[in-house]
């Protein structure tokens, strides 16, 4: 399906969350879950989109918009990852999701209503960086060289921009089903969370699309990779696993009950955890967790610490 407007892409968005298909299960799922611990960094603030952090450590936060139906979501927020301070950095944006920030020091953020990527200064200057072949967009990273890869949701692809902004069809294939997250490794492969489906799709630098793994819960937030593993949220599971680069998959966070419990990794509970990132000197993963039972479906949320204990 390919949409152009913005009420298509959250029709699109709708039909997933109601009635996607799933991965229920995987087998041989290892549980590290007593070797972490799980504490809150944050109060309560609107910021249902993706997560990324800075040279410095300094935690972004896109808000996504209030419902799934509806990415009407306009700000990116700046958290300081000592005192948990949230503090408004851009606004202006339209329905903004994954986000990454480039080696110059700018963010890129994910549109996905808008169907298109914009860039932000460090001073919170918003512009245009890229729209040609977008489709409901979310997921982004960048490669060595530069490139920015966009996951479409809405049109069972990945996009690749180069510097210059051009845009190209990298790869197009059945099991993308509505990729959500992306992340890369220090070899250059792709992997793409599904949001539809519990499933992780590797994509190699030749183009070869394959299921990596499948994370229970059916349903996949966004997820990152930092010192040779890959951290992934099961939206839908309540859970942070680890994915080795052999496919090994490991639980290391999350009772699976909605709830933002802190404490060990097995007393600890998330509820529809989705952006997710690693302090640059790796010792912490930082989770975006939904708070049970007020506000509106998606906000309001908390920035959860997640480290060894």
Request: net charge negative; hydrophobic share 35%.
């Amino acid at each position: 399906m390919i949409m152009t407007t913005k009420t298509s892409t959250l029709l699109f968005l709708n039909l997933l969350a109601a009635t996607g298909c799933s991965d229920s299960e995987s087998g041989g799922i290892a549980d590290n879950r007593a070797l972490y611990q799980v504490s809150t960094l944050t109060g309560t603030f609107d910021g249902s989109g993706g997560l990324t952090v800075d040279s410095n450590g300094q935690i972004y936060v896109a808000d996504f918009g209030d419902q799934i139906d509806d990415a009407d979501g306009t700000t990116v927020s700046k958290i300081d990852p000592i005192t948990g301070a949230v503090t408004e950095f851009a606004t202006g944006l339209d329905g903004p999701s994954g986000n990454v920030f480039h080696s110059n020091g700018n963010l890129f953020q994910a549109n996905i209503a808008g169907n298109a990527i914009s860039e932000i200064t460090p001073d919170g200057d918003v512009t245009e960086f890229a729209s040609g072949g977008l489709r409901s967009p979310v997921g982004v990273v960048f490669d060595g060289d530069g490139n920015l890869y966009v996951c479409n949701c809405g049109a069972a692809s990945i996009q690749v921009i180069t510097p210059d902004g051009t845009s190209s069809r990298f790869v197009e294939n059945s099991l993308l089903n509505c990729p959500n997250g992306l992340t890369i490794d220090d070899d250059g492969n792709l992997y793409a969370a599904n949001f539809n489906n519990g499933r992780v799709i590797k994509v190699s630098p030749d183009k070869t699309v394959e299921v990596f793994a499948i994370i229970p819960g059916g349903n996949n937030a966004h997820l990152v990779f930092s010192d040779g593993v890959i951290y992934v949220l099961s939206r839908q599971g309540n859970q942070l696993y680890q994915l080795d680069l052999d496919g090994t998959v490991t639980l290391i966070a999350g009772t699976g009950s909605p709830g933002n419990v802190d404490g060990s990794g097995e007393q600890a509970s998330f509820f529809i955890p989705n952006g997710i990132g690693v302090s640059p000197d790796g010792t912490k993963i930082y989770v975006v967790s939904r708070v049970v039972g007020t506000g509106s479906p998606l906000n309001p949320v908390l920035v959860r610490v997640v480290s060894l204990k």
